[in-house]
């Protein structure tokens, strides 16, 4: 059975292997869901996934929205209607929806909301480890956080009910490591809620869905207020807040999530139990406070394991201000944990053993083992993949800035299988510098090719102000993928015609989400659960935003894309040039790409090592001459046209 019949199976008490967002998304289903809506971004993008398999067996409603923001909105208002709704992002993705989600607490919902956020420490997905447990703290809503997949099956569920108790949403906070494992599910009964959807706009409290309807925000924010002790008390109750407290230990522990299932672990390892004080959470906000101060009372010595900032941390601290001035608090704010990337069952048991005052061992046949095998894998990062339409593109551009680009161009980036171009992974050891004029380093391959790069629709905006500031040392260039274009980059478009902005948009347009997983978007032409429906033309939009200049190409023709952009970097104002070509991994899936035959001619090849600067993983170079790796490469052709000498070249 896959995943699109477990995920919807009415089977209560059977067990499952689900990963931690499937998981979340199952305790969506069994709520009884009526709307879901997300944006793609790793680590969440499967818990969309999951419930758009759902959707068509269930009945309920399920979308890839064009960005978190409309996503939130999308769900909020079906939560307004009084129906069932969740919404699910990444880290980052919160980030886009916090005007919306600071104001839509002032009245609350009258369906269960349910916000869905999967947090990346370490940044393995992200360009950040932003913690979004603070956001609940600071929007004042209740924040549930799993420690298993099970817990996040479960906590999803109840999530829907304390949302209705309390009219507000409320978030599940995950994180990779839960995210992306698999762990055993007990399966529960899926609810069939008979809701029909329902609008009061005076719902028990006057104006309740138009904060500046009277009696006003401040009214508004003051039963905001008394919405947190009802949550505190409610929170007291959870069989995931659960208090250990055996005798007199003179340590104790308190870990929410992930950093419980770590301090469990580390606990079992040293022999610690029934010898400390153990203190699981499940909501990191509001803290069941009685049991943290029952831990605060009893011991000399707390211990907060947390994955991510020290949220809960900071809150005991305040706490046993008031409750036992004179306990001590260790975690990651006095340095017991590393205040920045992951923890995980090692890091946590070596700072408890310090704590417990317990030596100990080394496990120098580990540290062998791992030292041996570290002289076996060589470090690298991701490349794009063999055939990457996104190769040509920034090949294309790479020449056209050589001829045209000014002294030092500028080429901001932005999120997705393409902003690679800055991860420099072909680069030598680069030294800061300290230059107070613009300085050019060489573009030796495509993952050279970004020199900005910070978030989604972030470079075209960046480009604008660049060229406003009097940049007039080189050309200024922004690039974006199809997907970003419609999430983040219309609003900066339209800005850079009314403002009068000189530079060059360049879309790189491959018809899918490809980074995340290859979910469809606006250019793709179908929905989250596989509806046929119009595919958006990226230059038709931008010719409806006021955009005059706009080339298309296709990036496999090298020297079309390269002229396209030449002659973009050429115009007098702003200019967009949309480089069109479906995935390349999609169009294999599909059946539509058919790769021409390659051959390889060592005696014509020079050493010039260009093949090897395009950064094709399927190129090969051994020897002093370049190769292909025909069990990689898929036929586009590219390279041939890359080869001065025609020692790669394609036969028809």
């Known amino acids: 059975m896959g995943i699109a019949e477990t995920i919807a199976e009415d089977s209560p008490g059977k067990r499952v292997l689900l990963m931690g967002n499937e998981a979340i998304a199952r305790g969506a289903i069994e709520a009884g869901i009526g709307v879901a809506a997300s944006y793609p971004g790793t680590p969440a993008s499967e818990i969309m996934e999951a419930l758009a398999l759902a959707a068509p067996r269930l009945g309920f409603h399920a979308e890839w929205s064009t960005n978190e923001k409309v996503a939130f909105e999308v ?3 079906a939560a307004i209607t009084g129906i069932r709704a969740l919404t699910s992002m990444k880290n ?45 703290f600071y929007g004042e809503i209740p924040c549930l956080e799993p420690a298993d997949q099970q817990e996040a099956k479960d906590m999803t569920r109840y999530a829907f009910e304390l949302s209705e108790q309390l009219k507000l949403p409320v978030m599940v906070r995950s994180a990779t490591r839960l995210s992306h494992a698999s762990g055993d599910v007990e399966l529960g009964k899926i609810q069939k809620l008979d809701r029909k959807p329902a609008f009061d706009k005076h719902y028990e409290l006057a104006y309740r869905w138009n904060v500046y309807g009277p009696p006003g925000p401040v009214e508004k924010h003051r039963w905001l207020h008394s919405r947190m002790p009802l949550a505190k008390r409610a929170v007291e109750k959870l069989p995931w807040n659960k208090l250990e407290l055996k005798g007199k230990p003179k340590l104790g522990i308190i870990a929410p999530g992930l950093g419980a299932s770590y301090a469990r672990d580390a606990v079992r390892r040293l022999g610690l139990e029934g010898k400390v004080a153990f203190l699981k959470v499940g909501t990191p906000t509001p803290l069941p406070e009685r049991m943290v101060g029952r831990l605060l009372k009893a011991v000399k010595t707390v211990f907060v394991v947390e994955e991510g900032d020290p949220l809960v941390e900071f809150q005991v601290k305040a706490l046993a201000k008031d409750l036992n001035p004179r306990v001590k608090i260790a975690g990651k704010l006095t340095g017991e944990l590393p205040p920045v990337g992951e923890i995980n069952s090692d890091i946590v048991a070596n700072a408890l053993a310090k704590l417990a005052g317990i030596r100990r061992r080394r496990d120098r046949a580990r540290e062998f083992i791992k030292a041996e095998v570290g002289e076996l894998v060589s470090p690298r990062s991701s490349t794009l993949c063999a055939g990457c339409q996104h190769l040509g593109s920034y090949w294309a551009l790479k020449q056209a800035l050589r001829k045209l680009g000014g002294r030092v161009p500028i080429v901001n980036g932005d999120i ?24 050019r380093y060489p573009i030796e391959s495509p993952y050279e090719a970004l020199d900005t790069n910070y978030i989604m629709g972030g470079g075209v905006g960046l480009m604008q102000g660049e060229f406003h500031a009097g940049y007039r040392d080189g050309a200024i260039v922004a690039v974006a993928g199809d997907s970003t274009f419609f999430h983040a980059c219309i609003p900066a478009v339209i800005n850079a015609v009314c403002n009068l902005a000189k530079g060059v948009f360049l879309v790189m347009d491959n018809s899918w989400t490809a980074m995340t997983g290859h979910q469809p978007n606006p250019a793709t032409g179908i929905t989250a659960t596989g509806e046929r429906v119009r595919a958006l033309r990226i230059e038709d939009v931008a010719k409806a935003c006021g955009v005059d200049f706009i080339r298309t190409a296709d990036p496999f023709d090298l020297g079309a894309t390269q002229a396209a952009i030449e002659e973009a970097l050429k115009h007098e104002g702003f200019a967009v040039v949309v480089a069109r070509r479906v995935c390349t991994l999609q169009a294999q899936r599909e059946k539509k790409f058919v790769g021409k035959k390659m051959v390889v001619s060592p005696e014509k090849c020079t050493s010039c090592r260009l093949c090897v600067s395009f950064g094709c993983p399927a190129i090969t170079y051994k020897d002093n001459k370049g190769g292909i790796d025909f069990l990689l490469c898929n036929g586009c052709g590219m390279c041939a046209q890359v080869c001065p000498t025609g020692a790669l070249s394609v036969v028809e």
């Open 75 to 77: 769900a909020a208002g």
């Open 416 to 439: 997705g299988c393409y902003e690679q171009g800055g991860y420099g992974i072909f680069a030598k050891a680069i030294k800061p510098s300290f230059s107070t004029e613009s300085v």
């Open 92 to 136: 980052a993705g919160l980030n886009w929806v916090m005007d919306m989600f600071m104001t839509l607490v002032y009245g609350g919902v009258r369906g269960g909301f349910v916000v869905a956020v999967a947090d990346d420490p370490d940044a393995h997905y992200s360009s950040n480890e932003q913690d979004t447990r603070f956001a609940a």
